[in-house]
């Protein structure tokens, strides 16, 4: 894996700045990560830098911008974007992956969770 957090979900944007479309919702994206700051870290990944060939080759079909969230822990597999290239749904879209990170604790099994090895400390 290329992207990966032990304990956050990462977004990623495969950008080119060389495409117009991409620095035209660069802003929308930036305006996302303000918005999800501490909750889903966003970074950008230039393709058409050559140091990023692999991961661009990889994770792209050579259309830009393409956006992925690679799941927080190992051995997740990224889930890809296929909405539109705005805030809101950049956000919403983020949100809508965080219910696997969510644990429902009762007062019968807080003690359980809480001890857990799973846990970030």
């Known amino acids: 894996h290329i992207i990966s ?6 977004m990623v944007n495969f950008f080119k700045r060389s495409c117009k479309h991409c620095r035209n919702v660069e802003k929308e994206y930036e305006a996302a990560a303000t918005a999800m700051n501490g909750i889903v870290a966003f970074t950008a990944i230039d393709c058409d830098d050559d140091e ?16 992925f969230l690679f799941p927080a822990g190992n051995n997740r597999r990224p889930v890809f974007y296929r909405y539109q290239d705005n805030t809101e749904d950049l956000i919403s879209f983020a949100v809508g992956t965080l219910d696997r990170y969510i ?4 007062p019968t ?6 001890n857990s090895t799973n846990m970030p400390r």
């Open 52 to 67: 990023n060939l692999k991961a661009c080759e990889h994770y792209t079909d050579k259309k830009y911008p393409r956006y």
């Open 109 to 114: 099994t807080v003690a359980k969770f809480v």
């Open 5 to 10: 957090d032990e304990f956050w979900p990462v």
């Open 103 to 106: 644990a429902h604790v009762t």
